[in-house]
């Protein structure tokens, strides 16, 4: 995962890519995926959840993601990507 702070139309936005991998030996469903910002006490500033752009990932196989985020909270510190559990 990578994530940097990029500047449009006058405007902050954080750009965070990655990739999702299916290591296992059976096709496996894509679940959404949870972005989380805390500060530096580990507090939640922020959270989203993005579709990552496939549905499924057969054996092996791989996929890229990208999801942004205007104005992001100031403050920031970390960034943790995770899958969505049920509900969230």
Do not use: C
């Amino acid at each position: 995962q990578k994530s940097a702070l990029q500047a449009e139309d006058g405007q902050q936005v954080l750009a965070i890519t990655g990739r999702i991998v299916n290591r296992s030996n059976h096709e496996l469903t894509v679940p959404l995926v949870r972005v989380s910002l805390y500060d530096m006490d580990r507090h939640e500033l922020y959270h989203w959840t993005f579709v990552p752009g496939v549905s499924t990932l057969k054996p092996g196989q791989a996929s890229k993601f990208r999801t942004r985020l205007s104005s992001p909270p100031s403050g920031t510190h970390d960034i943790e990507l995770r899958f969505a559990k049920t509900g969230e």
